[in-house]
Each structure stands twice: as structure tokens, then as C-alpha cells.
């Protein structure tokens, strides 16, 4: 019950205060348009502010899942919106800025090098992707994002792993320790397991 309630209200200390769910949303309206949209587009001296919550949005809905600046702008842009990849680098640069998202860059685990390409975002708190978003979905994906900011909090670095074709979740680094976490809903299943496994 606990968990349902971390997963779609989310954890930020103020909504353990409020007595119902409007009240919740209420609140996590005012964080995300005063807070973050505003003080993104002023630090950042942006104007189209339709175009940064497009932005926000996409992200949301991505959590998890290998994007690039180039992959947003284009899918963005085959909507039929005017936008270029530098104002996409600007506007995730701002919301990771006021920690409204964090990104995990790949690292190939073969060579031990850093990637350029593909990054993952996760948000800050799952009450606001859900505000944004409109409900609990993608239960995988949540429970990804949870993993990382558990990582995170116990000040990991966190990378995405990339091992020939295949991925791991997360690439983790302390000092001279390396550790490799795989994430998934269930492994009740053998093909699911192996799947897993398998990077």
C-alpha cells in the first residue's frame, strides 16, 4: 500500500501533510509550474514555454529508455514542432540544473570507455511524472527510476552499461568498486531471466 502510494504521489516531504489526492496534485502543480518551469525559463532566459513543457513531457514519458537530444528534437519536430537540438540541450541542461532530472550516460563495459551517444533520464520525484502524465503506467520503467535514485542517494556514479548488443541497467561505481544491476518487474519467467541475464 505504501508503495502504491510512493509511486503515484511520490515522496516530496510536504505531501505527507495533505489529507487527499487533490490536495497532493494541487501542490505538485505549484512545484512544477513555479519551481522548476519558471525557474528553468529564467535562469535559462527561455521563452517559448509551451515548447519546454513538450520537452518536460517527452522526458517524462521516456524515463528508462535510451534517448538522445537528437532523437527528441526530431520526434518533436515530426509533431510538427519548430524545435532544434541545441534548444533541446538547453532545456534538459535547465531541468537537470534545478535537479528536476538527473541523466545516466552509456559506458561500454568492453572497452571501459565512455559513450557519447544515447543518455537516460529519471526524474526527481514519481508524484510529478504522474501529475504530468496523468497516472501510474509503465510499472518497469518506475521501478528503474526508483533503483536509480536509491543509487544515487547512496552516492554512487551511475552509468548505463553497454556490452556488445546487449545492456545492462546500471553500471555502478564507488571508489574502485564496479557493480552491474539488472532491473525487471518479474524473472518468474525463464525467457524474461535469460534475457536478463544474458549482458
Known amino acids: 500500500e505504501l508503495y502504491q502510494k510512493y509511486i503515484s504521489l511520490g515522496s516530496l516531504p510536504y505531501t505527507t501533510s495533505l ?14 509550474n513555479d519551481i522548476i518551469i519558471k525557474d528553468v525559463m529564467t535562469r535559462k532566459k527561455i521563452q517559448d514555454e509551451t515548447m519546454l513543457r513538450n520537452v518536460a513531457n517527452f ?12 532523437n527528441i528534437a526530431n520526434t518533436m519536430i515530426s509533431d510538427g514542432k519548430d524545435i532544434n537540438v541545441r534548444t533541446v540541450e538547453r532545456y534538459l541542461e535547465g531541468f537537470m540544473e534545478s535537479f528536476f532530472l538527473y541523466k545516466a550516460s552509456r559506458y561500454d563495459i568492453k572497452g571501459k570507455e565512455y559513450l ?52 545492462v541497467d546500471f553500471v555502478i561505481k564507488n ?18 531471466l535469460k534475457r536478463e541475464l544474458t549482458s
Open 19 to 32: 489529507d487527499t489526492e487533490d490536495d497532493v496534485s494541487m501542490y505538485l502543480s505549484s512545484v512544477y
Open 59 to 70: 522526458a517524462m514519458d521516456n524515463i528508462g529508455s535510451l534517448v538522445s537530444t537528437n
Open 116 to 167: 557519447k551517444t544515447g543518455d537516460k533520464y529519471y526524474v526527481c520525484d514519481l508524484g510529478l511524472r504522474n501529475y504530468l502524465l496523468g497516472g501510474v503506467k509503465d510499472y518497469g520503467c518506475i521501478l528503474e527510476n526508483i533503483i536509480f535514485l536509491e543509487l544515487k542517494r547512496r552516492g554512487y556514479e551511475i552509468y548505463i552499461g553497454k556490452y556488445d548488443d546487449e545492456e
Open 175 to 192: 571508489n574502485d568498486e564496479i557493480k552491474y544491476i539488472q532491473v525487471a518487474l518479474s524473472v518468474r519467467n525463464e525467457d524474461t
